[in-house]
C-alpha cells in the first residue's frame, strides 16, 4: 500500500512540476515560440485542467476510481513522447492541441488520485501514513523531474528524450494498479491491507476490544 501511494502520490505532483513549470521553460529554449504564446498556451491548460476536475470527480463517484486512473495513466504513459515531439515541433496550433490533450489526461488523474489514496488505508492509520508518504513522494516529484529533464536533454542534445521521464512513472504506476487490483481489491472501491481474512479479524477484535475499553 506504501508502495502504491508514494508512486500515485509522485505522479500526482510529478506531472504538475513537469507538464505546467518545465516544459514552458523547455519550450522557450528549443520550440522557437515566442515567450508570450507559450504562457497562454501553458495557462488555457491549466485552466482547462481547473474545469476538467470536477466534471472527471463526479464521474468517478459514478464508477471504478482505479478504473479511472488507470485509464488517465495509459494515457499519460502513451501521450509523452507526442507531446514532448509537438512542443519541440515549432507549430503553434500542434503545440496548443497537444498541451490541451495531456492536460486532459492531468485533470482525471488528479480527481481521483487523492480519493483513491485515501480509500487505500483504514482510518486509524489513514493521516499519519498519507501524510509521511505524500510529503516525501512530493518533495521529491516537484523537483527531481525537471532536474533530470534538462540533464538528459544537456547530456544527450536530444530535446525529446524528457518524455521517458513521464513514460518511466506512469509505468510504474500501471503496474502498482494492476497489484492493487489483484491482490488487494475486495470491491469496487474497497480494498483491503491484510491478505489473510483471519488476521484482518483479529485485528479487528483487537481494535474494537480496546475501542470498547476506552469508551467505558
Not at 11 to 27: D, K, M, Q, R
Not at 148 to 177: D, S
Request: hydrophobic share 50%; charged share 10%.
Amino acid at each position: 500500500m506504501c508502495n502504491y501511494a508514494f508512486f500515485a502520490s509522485f505522479l500526482a505532483v510529478g506531472t504538475g512540476f513537469f507538464f505546467y513549470l518545465y516544459i514552458p521553460l523547455h519550450a522557450a529554449e528549443y520550440s522557437g515560440l515566442s515567450r508570450s504564446f507559450i504562457l497562454h498556451s501553458t495557462a488555457l491548460s491549466l485552466l482547462l485542467v481547473s474545469l476538467l476536475i470536477p466534471v472527471f470527480g463526479y464521474i468517478s463517484d459514478k464508477i471504478d476510481h482505479l478504473y479511472m486512473l488507470s485509464l488517465a495513466t495509459l494515457g499519460l504513459l502513451t501521450g509523452a513522447l507526442p507531446f514532448m515531439m509537438a512542443i519541440n515541433s515549432g507549430n503553434p496550433s500542434l503545440f496548443v492541441m497537444m498541451q490541451l490533450l495531456i492536460s486532459i489526461f492531468c485533470a482525471c488523474y488528479y480527481s481521483v488520485s487523492s480519493v483513491l489514496l485515501t480509500e487505500l488505508f483504514p482510518l486509524q492509520i489513514r493521516c499519519t501514513a498519507l501524510s509521511i508518504i505524500f510529503s516525501i513522494a512530493a518533495s521529491l516529484a516537484s523537483g527531481v523531474p525537471p532536474l533530470v529533464a534538462n540533464w538528459l536533454v544537456l547530456k544527450t542534445q536530444q530535446p525529446n528524450i524528457p518524455c521517458i521521464i513521464m513514460m518511466a512513472m506512469a509505468g510504474v504506476v500501471l503496474i502498482n494498479a494492476f497489484w492493487l487490483r489483484r491482490h488487494y481489491r475486495i470491491g469496487c472501491n474497497e480494498y483491503d491491507i491484510s491478505r489473510f481474512s483471519a488476521e484482518k479479524g483479529m485485528l479487528d477484535i483487537e481494535y474494537h476490544g480496546q475501542l470498547a475499553d476506552d469508551m467505558s
